[in-house]
Nanobody, 124 residues
Framework: QAQLVESGGGLVQAGGSLRLSCAASGRTFSSYGMGWFRQGPGKEREFVAAISWSGGSTYYAESVKGRFTISRDNAKNTVYLQMNSLKPEDTAVYYC?????????????????WGQGTQVTVSS
């Protein structure tokens, strides 16, 4: 069955960097649009970044534009989220997701596959 496994979360000071990875297995994820979402304490899950199946198109939430970079390596079935200049408000559980289609999307309802999440904590 389809599986997404995130890694790379942790505790970092404000201004620091982290790189999240999402390893996909069980389906042809190289054909799917992929995305990262996050859910902070007491907040709803929100869109962070998305990438097309080829990696040729990317889309970011305004709050992370210029600081975060999404990329993918289809040969490794892995999607990455490089996070720089981290802020305390970036603290959240970060989720990797796959649309199951040749689309790039920013809404949770268009994603069919989800990982279990990885915690990112940014201290001030």
């Amino acid at each position: 069955q389809a599986q997404l496994v995130e890694s790379g979360g942790g505790l970092v000071q404000a201004g620091g960097s982290l790189r999240l990875s999402c390893a996909a297995s069980g389906r042809t994820f190289s054909s799917y649009g992929m995305g990262w979402f996050r859910q902070g304490p007491g907040k709803e899950r929100e869109f962070v970044a998305a990438i097309s199946w080829s990696g040729g198109s990317t889309y970011y939430a305004e709050s992370v534009k210029g600081r975060f970079t999404i990329s993918r390596d289809n040969a490794k079935n892995t999607v990455y989220l490089q996070m720089n200049s981290l802020k305390p408000e970036d603290t959240a559980v970060y989720y990797c997701a796959a649309t199951g289609q040749y689309i790039i999307a920013s809404v949770t309802s268009l994603y069919n596959y989800w990982g279990q999440g990885t915690q990112v904590t940014v201290s001030s």
